[in-house]
């Protein structure tokens, strides 16, 4: 016997499954917390409590700053992406086993 909330999902994720497959509704779910992580990373490195990383990053060559921003640019795209694609599969499974508890109550009823 399905629950309501578990109904309600049934409903909600077969209308909803495949706009949550899209680009941007991805943006939304995963760049919160990637943003937050760059964030934390870059303050953890310019607050200077490590002074030999402040003269590495800042004297010995300004291609190091380009390279630093180019990690947090693709760590930012990978948690998005994967943050948003973990959450999707979730979601398909548990539908999906939902879908066949739901199959299983009906054909052992009749």
């Not at 995963?30 to 943003?35: E, I, R, T, V």
């Not at 607050?47 to 930012?76: C, D, H, K, N, P």
Request: no cysteine; hydrophobic share 50%.
């Amino acid at each position: 016997m399905l629950t309501k909330e578990e109904e309600d999902f049934i409903g909600y994720w077969a209308h909803h499954r495949l706009q949550k497959r899209k680009v941007i509704k991805q943006l939304a779910v995963g760049l919160p917390m990637a943003m937050a992580l760059v964030v934390g990373i870059s303050l953890n490195l310019f607050s200077g409590w490590y002074t030999r990383a402040q003269m590495v990053l800042f004297r010995e060559s300004a291609s190091l700053v380009i390279v630093l921003l180019i990690a947090a640019l693709a760590m930012i795209i990978f948690m998005v992406v994967f943050s948003s694609r973990h959450r999707w599969d979730l979601n398909e499974q548990r539908y999906k086993e939902l879908l066949q508890q739901q199959r299983n109550e009906t054909t052992s009823t009749t």
